[in-house]
C-alpha cells in the first residue's frame, strides 16, 4: 500500500436524527442525502487510480463502498474489523446516551450486549495492519467515525481517541501515506496497551 484513502459512509436516517444506528438485527440504510453525497464523492474520486476497495461489513458502509467503486473493475472486499463498536443495548438510541455512558466508563468495559472501546481498538489496529500489508498501491477504506478518528489522530501522533478529531463529517475523505498509516498502526498499538484517557474526552465514539 502506497497511499490510503480513508472514508466515512454516507449519512442514515439515524444519523440524521441524531440516533444511533442499529446493527444487530435491523440494519440502517443511506438516506436519500446519504446516497446523493456518496455519488458526489465518487465523481471527485473518479480521475483518481483506485486499485482496492475494503469496507466494514455494515450496510452503510458497503453500499457506500458500491457508490465509490462505481464502474471501476476494483474489488470491494468486506472487512469486519473495521465495523463499528456494537453498542448492544444502546442501538438505534439517542447517540447522547451512549456518548454519557462511554464518558463515564472505563474502556474495557463492554455496554450490555455489546463491546468496549478496547477491544474495538484491537480491531481496527487488526484492520489497519491487513491493509497496509495489501499489494494494491492506493486503496479506499470506508468505514466508520470511531475507527477512521482513532487512526487519524494517532497518525497524526495525537491519542487516537482524545486527539483534536472528534467527530468526522459523513461522506468525507482522510487521506494517510504508508508512513503516515505506519505511525497510525503505533499509536494505536501503544493505545490498546495502555488504553488511558482524560475524563471528558471521550464523546462522539459512534457513526
Keep these: 500500500m502506497d497511499r490510503l484513502i480513508l472514508v466515512r459512509h454516507g449519512e442514515t436516517a439515524y444519523n440524521a436524527r441524531g ?24 465523481r471527485a474520486l473518479g ?6 476497495v475494503v469496507t466494514s461489513p455494515r450496510l452503510r458502509a458497503r453500499r457506500t463502498a458500491e457508490l465509490l467503486a462505481g464502474r471501476r473493475e476494483v474489488e470491494v472486499r468486506d472487512l469486519d474489523d473495521l465495523a463499528e463498536i456494537r453498542a448492544g443495548s444502546f442501538e438505534a438510541g439517542p447517540v447522547a446516551a451512549f456518548q454519557d455512558w462511554v464518558l463515564a466508563t472505563p474502556p474495557e468495559t463492554p455496554a450490555l450486549g455489546g463491546e468496549s ?28 467515525n470511531l475507527p477512521l478518528r482513532m487512526l487519524v489522530n494517532a497518525a497524526g501522533g495525537a ?14 475523505r482522510s487521506d494517510l501515506t504508508a508512513a503516515e ?15 488511558g484517557r482524560p475524563a471528558g474526552d471521550a464523546r462522539c465514539a459512534h457513526g
Design 181 to 195: 498509516l505506519d505511525a497510525a498502526i503505533d499509536g494505536l498499538e501503544a493505545w490498546v496497551s495502555a488504553p
Design 19 to 42: 440516533l444511533m444506528n442499529p446493527d444487530s438485527e435491523l440494519e440502517a440504510r443511506l438516506s436519500v442525502d446519504g446516497e446523493a453525497a456518496a455519488r458526489r464523492l465518487a
Design 159 to 172: 491519542d487516537p481517541l482524545t486527539g483534536p478529531l472528534r467527530r468526522v463529517p459523513h461522506t468525507t
Design 117 to 144: 472501546v478496547l477491544a474495538a481498538a484491537r480491531r481496527y489496529l487488526a484492520a489497519a495492519r491487513l491493509i497496509r500489508a495489501d499489494p494494491a498501491p492506493v486503496i479506499v477504506a470506508v468505514t466508520h
Design 47 to 52: 480521475p483518481e487510480p483506485i486499485d482496492l
